[in-house]
């Protein structure tokens, strides 16, 4: 099955997902122990996922084929949470709300103290595609994000861990005690440090790798290329009509070689939902606690710098909370959503330039 595609899931999408997730985890032996009841079960487990899929921070994907039939999804959570969920999860649950909640309360007392980390809570690839390597994929395909933004993983496998499989081939490594409810429910803590974001180099820059798919890879350039404006004067322009897009377009990409040129599918700068999808979602996009900025714990991973290491804003595309105006990422790596002056320019005290991200066809891009 080639022709598929891995992207998050859509808020229209919950239930969907939820139930395909609760379906694949129908005769798991762990689930069976949490809802006993047969009848019951896979309302009761799709439910809980919902509550997983509309918390805080959440980053769930679905694998989508090409006749756009979703059949995988994966669901994961940091390890900050907001504890209401489980408030939400006893709701849920109903009367078997004392088993979810005594495998919260286990999970937390075996998750390393080590922070932050993402914690996968949902894994299912629907029995129409087992055996295609897609669960292998769908996994990568997370780690690669996680990776990206240096943050490590945990997870609490539902079957015996023996230092191989798919986790044992990802690095994960076991942590903690095991989690024994019934000489039968069992999980297997296991813990996975951040690797090293992943890098290429391609036209005379350093980039970070965000995404890949069958065919494309989606790069974004380390540091700053330059330094520019988004557009020469200040008017209320989008990013169809800015200069920074005819530049990148034109200028900047014919310092491409020839050869590097035919392998650039878009240049473009990313988008405040695709920072937030890329490079740490803390939840602010879609509950803001500021309407100026989204300033969280993944500022580190935002901020950019020039070439010489001086601090430097960045332009994205989005447009700003006011006409003339487009959101920026800060030296301090908060996401300004209210924006910049669309020709703010630099100054000896004042550094904002262009970080540009690029789809390239995989083929001659070596980065795994």
Same mark, same amino acid.
Request: aromatic content about 12%; some cysteine; hydrophobic content about 40%.
């Given at each position: 099955?080639?022709?598929?595609?891995?992207?998050?899931?859509?808020?229209?999408? @919950?239930?969907?997902?939820?139930?395909?997730?609760?379906?694949?985890? /129908?005769?798991?032996?762990?689930?069976?122990?949490?809802?006993?009841?047969?009848?019951?079960?896979?309302?009761?487990?799709?439910?809980?996922?919902?509550?997983?899929?509309?918390?805080?921070?959440?980053?769930?994907?679905?694998?989508?084929?090409?006749?756009?039939? @979703?059949?995988?999804?994966?669901?994961?959570?940091?390890?900050?949470?907001?504890?209401?969920?489980?408030?939400?999860?006893?709701?849920?649950?109903?009367? /078997?709300?004392?088993?979810?909640?005594?495998?919260?309360?286990?999970?937390?007392?075996?998750?390393?103290?080590?922070?932050?980390?993402?914690?996968?809570?949902?894994?299912?690839?629907?029995?129409?595609?087992?055996?295609?390597?897609?669960?292998?994929?769908?996994?990568?395909?997370?780690?690669?994000?996680?990776?990206?933004?240096?943050?490590?993983?945990?997870?609490?496998?539902?079957?015996? /861990?023996?230092?191989?499989?798919?986790?044992?081939?990802?690095? /994960?490594?076991?942590?903690?005690?095991?989690?024994?409810?019934? %000489?039968?429910?069992?999980?297997?803590?296991?813990?996975?440090?951040?690797?090293?974001?992943?890098?290429?180099?391609?036209?005379?820059?350093?980039?970070?790798?965000?995404?890949?798919?069958?065919?494309?890879?989606?790069?974004?350039?380390?540091?700053?290329?330059?330094?520019?404006?988004?557009?020469?004067?200040?008017?209320?322009?989008?990013?169809?009509?800015?200069?920074?897009?005819?530049?990148?377009?034109?200028?900047?990409?014919?310092?491409?070689?020839?050869?590097?040129?035919?392998?650039?599918?878009?240049?473009?700068?990313?988008?405040?939902?695709?920072?937030?999808?890329?490079?740490?979602?803390?939840?602010?996009?879609?509950?803001?606690?500021?309407?100026?900025?989204?300033? %969280?714990?993944?500022?580190?991973?935002?901020?950019?710098?020039?070439?010489?290491?001086?601090?430097?804003?960045?332009?994205?595309?989005?447009?700003?909370?006011?006409?003339?105006?487009?959101?920026?990422?800060?030296?301090?790596?908060? @996401?300004?959503?209210?924006?910049?002056?669309?020709?703010?320019?630099?100054?000896?005290?004042?550094?904002?330039?262009?970080?540009?991200?690029?789809?390239?066809?995989?083929?001659?891009?070596?980065?795994?």
């Amino acid at each position: 099955m080639k022709d598929i595609i891995i992207r998050p899931i859509r808020p229209e999408e @919950i239930d969907k997902i939820a139930s395909l997730i609760s379906t694949g985890y /129908y005769n798991d032996i762990f689930f069976k122990w949490v809802v006993e009841s047969d009848e019951d079960r896979h309302k009761i487990v799709m439910d809980y996922y919902k509550v997983y899929l509309n918390a805080r921070g959440c980053v769930a994907h679905a694998v989508e084929t090409s006749c756009g039939e @979703i059949i995988g999804a994966s669901v994961w959570l940091p390890h900050d949470t907001d504890a209401s969920v489980y408030d939400d999860i006893d709701a849920a649950a109903g009367v /078997y709300a004392a088993n979810f909640r005594a495998v919260a309360d286990w999970s937390h007392l075996s998750e390393p103290p080590m922070s932050p980390f993402y914690q996968l809570v949902g894994f299912v690839i629907g029995p129409q595609a087992k055996g295609l390597g897609l669960g292998v994929k769908l996994l990568k395909h997370n780690l690669d994000l996680f990776d990206g933004m240096g943050i490590s993983t945990y997870l609490e496998a539902s079957t015996p /861990y023996h230092g191989g499989g798919v986790y044992g081939k990802f690095g /994960y490594q076991p942590v903690g005690e095991l989690m024994f409810f019934t %000489d039968t429910a069992v999980l297997y803590p296991l813990w996975r440090p951040a690797k090293k974001k992943i890098q290429v180099d391609f036209g005379g820059h350093s980039w970070r790798v965000l995404d890949a798919h069958e065919d494309k890879v989606l790069l974004l350039s380390e540091d700053i290329a330059e330094l520019g404006k988004y557009h020469n004067t200040f008017e209320k322009v989008d990013w169809l009509t800015s200069d920074v897009r005819q530049y990148l377009n034109d200028g900047f990409c014919k310092k491409f070689k020839p050869e590097e040129q035919s392998q650039i599918i878009e240049i473009f700068l990313l988008s405040v939902e695709e920072v937030v999808k890329y490079l740490g979602d803390s939840g602010q996009l879609k509950n803001p606690i500021s309407k100026f900025f989204i300033d %969280d714990e993944f500022n580190d991973v935002r901020k950019a710098a020039l070439a010489d290491g001086s601090p430097c804003r960045w332009f994205l595309r989005s447009q700003g909370g006011s006409p003339g105006f487009v959101a920026v990422v800060t030296n301090e790596g908060k @996401i300004s959503v209210s924006g910049d002056f669309v020709n703010r320019a630099s100054t000896e005290l004042f550094n904002v330039g262009i970080r540009p991200a690029i789809w390239v066809k995989k083929e001659g891009i070596a980065y795994e």
